[in-house]
């Protein structure tokens, strides 16, 4: 029939595809921020900062110490210092394993002593790739002993803080170090020297509620969330809801905790600026 002619074939044959090209692993990242696609390597250029809407990514703790310290030398305490497992936690050395596997790191901060453009410094960085950052036991004594070589080389101490709050699978000996941590901090105050305290993104828990709140100058890179509980255990614990943005950065700078909010290109600079104005009689800090 005629109308058979127009008919549509229920049936298509399509030809092989063109075999494509694989692309390769890493050279693309979507901006948790904006939805951009980004190009990894400009996205590093950038300091790991989106260039559309300014989201700034998390940073391991070695790329933290590169873009913050001078070329010349990193010297790093206690590098060898693990965690074991003393409340015998089921699958605990496990998950430690896998943590040191992935990041090449023992545990999940890194401590020890360099320079910003001249400026002999004591500085920790926690990893948020490690465990997210979580303050076991050798995370607090890391930073403890890093307090205590501060103080004993009368250097300005700098701590770059990210965390999701204490590790549960040390109990009480994770939570006593908020206590052990400030105790060192009160010491290191009393000697009369400088604590800048540095909040990335995200900082909860134990870390907020210690040596983190404790700096005599607070800064923050924009965005990062900071608090002790998350909004959902707050709104468990109180049934109420969090005003919006109440746990950024800038909510926290309006409302008095933090001192500075600084992009990540310029921190570097507001540190120079800093140690240089604190310096003072006989407490000016160690420079080429």
């Known amino acids: 029939m005629l109308k058979d002619l127009f008919r549509k074939p229920k049936y298509v044959t399509v030809s092989p595809a063109v075999p494509k090209k694989e692309m390769p692993d ?25 260039h559309k809407c300014g989201t700034h990514f998390r940073l391991s703790a070695g790329e933290r110490l590169e873009i913050t310290l001078d070329e010349d030398g990193f010297f790093e305490y206690d590098a060898g210092l693990t965690s074991c497992n003393p409340l015998e936690f089921p699958e605990y050395e496990e998950k430690l394993a896998r943590a040191r596997e992935e990041t090449g790191l023992q545990e999940g ?17 926690l990893d948020s790739n490690f465990i997210m950052g979580s303050m076991g036991s050798v995370i607090g004594e890391k930073i403890c002993r890093l307090m205590e070589r ?35 901090l009160a010491k290191f105050n009393q000697a009369g020297l400088l604590y800048i305290s540095v909040f990335t993104d995200p900082t909860f828990g134990g870390v907020t509620a210690s040596f983190a709140s404790l700096g005599d100058i607070i800064i923050s890179e924009p965005g990062a969330l900071i608090g002790f509980a998350g909004p959902r255990v707050i709104k468990e ?16 700078c309006e409302h008095g905790l933090i001192d500075l909010v600084v992009e990540r290109g310029q921190l570097k600079s507001i540190l120079t600026r800093l140690l240089k104005l604190h310096q003072r009689g006989d407490h000016a800090w160690p420079s080429h």
């Open 150 to 184: 501060a103080t004993e080389k009368k250097l300005p101490l700098i701590i770059f803080s990210t965390s999701g709050g204490a590790r549960m699978q040390e109990g009480i000996l994770s939570l006593m170090q908020m206590a052990k941590a400030s105790g060192a």
């Open 109 to 125: 901060v890194v401590t020890g002593e360099g320079r910003i453009n001249g400026f002999s410094v004591a500085i920790g960085v």
């Open 26 to 50: 890493g050279l693309w990242v979507k901006c948790s921020g904006c939805g951009e696609i980004l190009f990894n390597k400009e996205l590093e250029k950038n300091l790991k900062v989106c």
């Open 237 to 252: 614990t109180i049934r109420q809801e969090l005003p919006p943005g109440a746990q950024t950065a800038e909510f926290n």
